[in-house]
């Protein structure tokens, strides 16, 4: 066992002598997946399907271009903070 991992709730000495919250662990799991989810398929499966897409009809420089725009335009809208209401 590794001594210097953080574990929730690895002592009963609490210096304030209140003990932390249980977090039931499918509700935290499906939260972090409602957040998280969006991101990856946008980050990942889109420019994945541009790719094959573009690849097998017009050719891989047009794929590849069409990937980086996709990149770049998702790094702009994120470092430019445009917001989206969702």
């Not at 998280?36 to 094959?52: D, H, K, Q, S, Y």
């Amino acid at each position: 066992m590794l001594d210097w991992m953080l574990v929730a709730g690895a002592g009963d000495n609490h210096p304030d002598g209140v003990a932390p919250a249980a977090f039931a662990k499918r509700p935290v799991l499906m939260a972090v997946a409602r957040r998280g989810l969006p991101n990856v398929i946008e980050a990942t499966i889109v420019p994945a399907i541009m790719f094959f897409v573009l690849v097998s009809t017009i050719g891989p420089t047009v794929a590849m271009a069409a990937v980086l725009a996709w990149d770049t335009a998702r790094c702009f809208v994120a470092c430019c903070g445009a917001n989206v209401s969702r």
